[in-house]
């Protein structure tokens, strides 16, 4: 049987379980069985282990959930069915599509004691309450749609994250199709090229001195005289910003440091314009640049074009706190009105969670192309850092220092490269620090071979921009003579 389940959804699903591709073989369907049955689905998923369970409403919304155990059945269906309740950490409900419209939010178990109800006549069912009971007995076929008798009523053991039921299913469980997945790790599926796609340093502590010292040693163009070079970082919620500075402060300071505020949620947890400086490891001084961490973009709310014209321009000051009931303006307090080369930004780096490029909302792609356009009047270079390379791939996820020879990281910076109208060469996979504990040297050249191209496109731009002032320059000296 093949499914309804479209490949964006399932690089989704992908992601948030966090382990790797899956195939999805899919074990029922309510559509391809005239009706939903509870029988039916435990002789279907029972013992078949993890799987996940998803609902196509007549609103066009998409909805559902993930548990890593198996079903099972207890209790009689002819008699009072008493079911038991089983334990999964791994759990989640999700969003996949509202109205017609991708919303892609997921929802971890809470109070694992509920992650799943099995009773012989029950289907899928998670939670107390229950946060998305299916069906129970069976229901039948009415001309092409199903009236589950179940019932959705979230955030008694899975995290709601502030949204209402209704936001998610629109308050109808009414479905055109239910489909329950097998989720099968897919076996050789990560290829790797027999030499690299992009050469790299040696991956050794030489090479990682190398580039610790280039920093180190690191100036803007003299003629300019600033104090340090200005990167802004931008991108959606969650894709990593704040970690990448984290990441690239941890390796000078010698352990793993947290100064950007940095976790899951609905909405960015970067709610304040941070200029931030690293501190050299010799001298203990600020090296010459500076990484700029803005909020995160969001499709109806988060960074926008005013905000993002200012930033470039140089008009925020540091530490200011974004509020979306007062957006930024002339009148906001600090604001600089005659912002000078050094307050302005010199490059912007864009940032993107690796394994979810494929499902980035249409809305913040259409901020980013607008934001490009702006760059592109400014001259200002754009470069793109992929977080979480190991995510999308086994063989990085056991060394990174395999990122430039695997070939699923390779097609993902073509796609990206694609989308955007970005260079390949101005494309970089990472991984940041996320559950480690102590330095790894080669998530360190990663970065900062990374960070090392982005500040040498920021001095292009600044040799670009004297170029053109002499030129100016030169053309008032003509027209006064």
């Not at 699903?13 to 899919?26: H, R, S, V, Y």
């Not at 008699?79 to 017609?100: M, P």
């Not at 002032?469 to 053309?475: F, G, S």
């Amino acid at each position: 049987m093949s499914g309804k389940l479209q490949q964006a959804h399932k690089k989704q699903l992908e992601a948030w379980i966090g382990t790797g591709p899956k195939d999805f073989q899919l074990l029922y369907s309510i559509s391809q069985n005239s009706g939903y049955n509870a029988q039916t689905f435990h002789q279907k998923c029972d013992n078949e282990g993890p799987t996940v369970t998803v609902l196509y409403n007549t609103n066009n919304s998409i909805f559902g959930g993930y548990t890593s155990v198996n079903w099972n059945q207890t209790g009689n269906w002819e008699s009072e069915d008493i079911g038991n309740w089983v334990s999964d950490d791994k759990a989640f409900l999700f969003q996949l599509l509202y109205s017609g419209a991708n919303q892609y939010n997921k929802f971890p178990v809470k109070n694992t004691a509920y992650s799943i109800y099995c009773a012989s006549s029950y289907g899928p069912t998670f939670g107390s309450g229950h946060d998305l009971c299916s069906f129970t007995n069976y229901g039948e076929d009415f001309g092409g749609y199903y009236k589950l008798n179940g019932s959705m009523n979230i955030n008694h053991s899975y995290n709601s994250n502030g949204i209402q039921t209704y936001q998610i299913n629109n308050g109808n469980m009414t479905v055109t199709d239910l489909e329950v997945y097998k989720l099968v790790d897919k076996q050789a599926s990560v290829k790797t090229t027999s030499s690299p796609w992009r050469k790299s340093l040696p991956w050794k502590k030489e090479s990682l001195k190398q580039l610790i010292d280039s920093f180190e040693n690191y100036e803007p163009p003299d003629a300019l005289k600033l104090p340090e070079t200005r990167i802004l970082m931008v991108g959606p919620v969650g894709a990593g910003k704040s970690s990448f500075f984290n990441t690239l402060n941890s390796i000078f300071k010698g352990r793993i440091t947290q100064r950007g505020y940095t976790g899951s949620a609905e909405h960015s947890l970067t709610t304040v314009y941070r200029q931030y400086k690293i501190l050299s490891r010799t001298t203990k001084k600020s090296m010459r640049f500076r990484l700029c961490d803005t909020r995160g973009m969001e499709e109806t709310e988060g960074l926008g074009l005013i905000e993002f014209n200012y930033l470039l321009e140089g008009n925020v000051p540091d530490w200011y706190k974004f509020d979306g009931a007062s957006p930024l303006c002339t009148e906001t307090p600090g604001f600089i009105h005659i912002p000078r080369i050094k307050d302005k930004v010199h490059c912007v780096m864009f940032i993107f969670d690796c394994s979810t490029v494929d499902v980035i909302p249409k809305n913040i792609l259409d901020k980013i192309k607008d934001m490009q356009k702006r760059l592109i009047q400014r001259g200002v270079p754009q470069t793109v850092i992929l977080t979480k390379v190991d995510k999308v791939s086994e063989i990085v996820q056991g060394d990174v220092s395999k990122v430039f020879q695997c070939e699923k990281v390779k097609n993902v910076v073509d796609k990206v490269s694609q989308t955007l109208g970005v260079p390949r060469s101005n494309i970089f996979p990472i991984k940041n620090y996320e559950n480690e504990t102590e330095l790894d040297q080669n998530i360190n050249i990663l970065a900062l071979q990374a960070l090392r191209q982005v500040l040498g496109f920021a001095d292009d731009y600044m040799e670009n921009y004297l170029e053109r002032m002499e030129c100016e320059n030169i053309a008032q000296m003509n027209i006064k003579e």
